[in-house]
């Protein structure tokens, strides 16, 4: 094949490209660029709008909300993703050792991943509640003095929306690290075994290093999750009580949306898109680094 | 071992995970045991309790739910489900998401094949520069763009309409469409297309003929993963769509809340009723459903 006839292989598939490309370029390239511009006015949706600099960055420090909000997401963040991954990790290695069986049963922990968020909330708001089925539960095991309204309690809100993350994304981490130890050579397992390693020691010598792709991705997929939520905690609180489940997504919604302060809102997204390129961008290099370390 | 492994049992996937169980099953410690066994099934089905409480909460007299809020349905009553279905304007809402999310998986998979054909078999020109741009945008949450994006569906006229919605829908999930296509496309041997074109194919005919077909399995992986983003998903067409008569079946569900008072036997038939049709889905196309969830884990 001559390098002339691959040119003009090659162009005439380029116009197969253009309807994706238009698409793209229009509703997401474009909105993304103009972000930058739009968070430097004072729009408020409007035709016009005075271009006021870097006044909506300045106003971000002295903004309590925002700082909380972003201390929730971080907060929100590291607790799902630590859990999610764990959990996810300690379902994988015991549903690996039971064959179909434990496929099944791996099939039954993605049901949680199929409700929307809306949905996952309207089921965990109503457990959650006052006389919910988890404060019921609590008495009946003897167990009342725990009871809380753990909604509408500022110290135990967040985490109970953490929760109901994890329960809706762990099963989805658990089939991240199945598929991982399914890489994971047999007689490797074998050969350590034989040399007399028990079940921790081959997990922690063999599998555990083994796994570090699996856990790449596991813990990218958690962070970009994590740092956009946004429906649940809309939903289950309100973002309340006294703004303990603010997120950074959810203040971006109402700084937009309710109030209709376009111009700080935007420059709340370059803030939210800064924190998850920074984030994801590290945890990526660190996980990728440890990879080439351990295989 | 490996003659048994190779022998296609359905999945790859499946086969693979036998070998895995070969060797593990084996080990002393009675891991693989019945009691640890039942322990883990009590674990797994731990998850699912607040389905099964839900659906049998659902069953159940608002006033009787108030007095014993664990206990079983003794009288169940249909009354709760048929007070969200006329509150979620449920037929309704079901046909408007069902419009959205076809409309959307259509165009995705479309646009992200033709795009994805393209670039898996050239590296010329722009297009390099175009499959990273495409990439570049996996992961990137809505509300990194949203306030420029309304201002632009307004400007386009696009707001409050369903095809606006659905446009945003496909321009999101293409990034992903192209991943899952170019990747694709680039483990298919290039002889292939080349021997239709010097059989005079063109490059329309090539893509239909031999790629398309092939595309079958990525495209199911695909649709899972964007009926569930688009099925779900509440913030598009509660902030895109404002007439009552457009909207989705999350945001008719979500127009239900009430912060005040949060009644289980209102809320649980909701959940259920909006996650109704995806269980179906995932019933019927279980192996696909798992692939999609798990393998569109590339998402963002």
Not at chain 1, 181 to 195: H, K, S, W, Y
Not at chain 2, 90 to 95: A, E, F, K, Q, T
Not at chain 2, 153 to 158: A, Q, Y
Not at chain 2, 257 to 285: K, N, S, Y
């Amino acid at each position: 094949m001559t390098a002339p006839r691959t040119q003009t292989r090659s162009r005439t598939l380029l116009p197969f490209t253009l309807p994706a490309v238009g698409l793209y370029a229009l509703l997401m390239v474009y909105p993304l660029i103009k972000t930058i511009p739009l968070s430097l006015t004072d729009s408020e949706g409007g035709p016009t709008a005075e271009n006021v600099g870097l006044a909506n960055y300045r106003a971000m420090l002295d903004d309590a909300t925002l700082l909380s909000a972003l201390g929730n997401t971080l907060v929100f963040t590291v607790v799902v993703v630590l859990a999610q991954s764990a959990i996810g990790l300690a379902l994988a290695a015991m549903l690996r050792r039971w064959g179909g069986y434990g496929k099944a049963l791996a099939v039954v922990l993605l049901t949680p991943a199929l409700l929307s968020s809306l949905m996952a909330s309207y089921i965990w708001s109503s457990l959650y509640q006052q006389d919910g089925a988890i404060n019921s539960v609590l008495n009946a095991i003897g167990l009342g003095s725990l009871r809380q309204v753990w909604l509408a309690e500022p110290s135990t809100a967040l985490y109970a929306i953490a929760v109901v993350h994890v329960w809706m994304s762990a099963g989805l981490a658990a089939s991240i690290f199945a598929a991982g130890f399914r890489t994971i050579p047999e007689d490797m397992l074998e050969a350590a075994r034989l040399d007399g390693a028990n079940r921790w020691q081959v997990f922690w010598k063999v599998e555990w290093p083994m796994l570090a792709p699996s856990l790449t991705v596991a813990i990218t997929l958690s962070l970009l999750g994590c740092l956009r939520v946004l429906e649940l905690p809309l939903v289950m609180a309100k973002g309340g009580p006294a703004n303990a489940t603010n997120t950074l997504g959810l203040q971006i919604y109402r700084t937009v949306f309710a109030n209709g302060e376009v111009g700080y809102g935007t420059a709340l997204s370059v803030l939210l898109l800064a924190v998850v390129t920074i984030l994801v961008t590290a945890a990526n290099a660190l996980l990728r680094r440890r990879e080439g370390r351990l295989l | 071992m490996t003659t048994i492994s190779k022998i296609p049992v359905g999945a790859s996937g499946r086969t693979a995970s036998r070998t895995a169980r070969g060797g593990s099953a084996r080990p002393s410690r009675g891991t693989g045991g019945p009691l640890a066994r039942l322990a883990g099934t009590v674990l797994v089905i731990g998850f699912v309790v607040p389905f099964l409480f839900a659906l049998s909460t659902s069953l159940r007299s608002p006033e009787d739910v108030a007095e014993h809020p664990l206990a079983l349905p003794f009288h169940p009553t249909l009354s709760n489900f048929s007070r969200a279905i006329s509150a979620m304007q449920y037929p309704r809402s079901v046909l408007n998401t069902v419009v959205v999310t076809g409309g959307s998986c259509v165009l995705v998979v479309v646009l992200g094949a033709m795009a994805g054909y393209a670039l898996g078999l050239t590296t010329l020109g722009w297009s390099r520069w175009a499959y990273r741009g495409f990439m570049l945008g996996m992961g990137v949450p809505l509300f990194v763009f949203v306030a420029p994006l309304y201002l632009l569906m307004r400007d386009l006229h696009l707001l409050g309409t369903t095809i606006g919605v659905i446009l945003i829908y496909a321009a999101m999930n293409l990034p992903v469409a192209v991943f899952f296509y170019t990747s694709f496309v680039r483990t298919i041997p290039g002889e292939l297309g080349e021997a239709a074109q010097l059989d005079g194919a063109g490059r329309l005919r090539t893509f239909f003929a031999i790629y398309l077909p092939l595309l079958g399995p990525v495209t199911a992986t695909l649709l899972v993963f964007v009926t569930l983003m688009v099925w779900n998903d509440l913030m598009i067409p509660l902030i895109f769509l404002q007439d009552p008569d457009q909207r989705t079946l999350m945001v008719n569900a979500y127009s239900l809340l009430d912060e005040r008072i949060v009644r289980p036997t209102d809320l649980f038939p909701a959940a259920l009723l909006g996650m109704a049709p995806l269980f179906v889905l995932f019933v019927l196309f279980q192996r696909r459903m798992v692939e999609g969830m798990s393998g569109g884990g590339v998402k963002g």
